[in-house]
């Protein structure tokens, strides 16, 4: 079974890489039974789209 510290490194990676089908399983079935670990991958997306919307705003006000 996957452990906490795995699996939160596997849900940073998942934004910056395509994960393997293995990875992909293992993660799914962590997070399924673990809702820190659920919890902290929807934070991660978050973080992820609030970054991309604050750089697209600020490109927006630079020019």
């Not at 510290?5 to 934004?15: F, G, P, V, Y």
């Not at 799914?28 to 919890?39: F, L, V």
């Given at each position: 079974?996957?452990?906490?510290?795995?699996a939160?490194?596997?849900?940073?990676?998942?934004?910056?890489?395509?994960?393997?089908?293995?990875?992909?399983?293992?993660?799914?079935?962590?997070?399924?039974?673990?809702?820190?670990?659920?919890?902290?991958?929807?934070?991660?997306?978050?973080?992820?789209?609030?970054s991309?919307?604050?750089?697209?705003?600020?490109?927006?006000?630079?020019?």
């Amino acid at each position: 079974m996957m452990k906490c510290k795995q699996a939160t490194q596997l849900l940073s990676e998942k934004l910056d890489r395509p994960l393997s089908a293995k990875e992909k399983i293992h993660l799914a079935m962590h997070i399924s039974m673990c809702g820190p670990c659920r919890q902290f991958g929807k934070q991660m997306e978050m973080i992820r789209d609030l970054s991309k919307s604050y750089s697209k705003t600020k490109e927006s006000d630079d020019q």
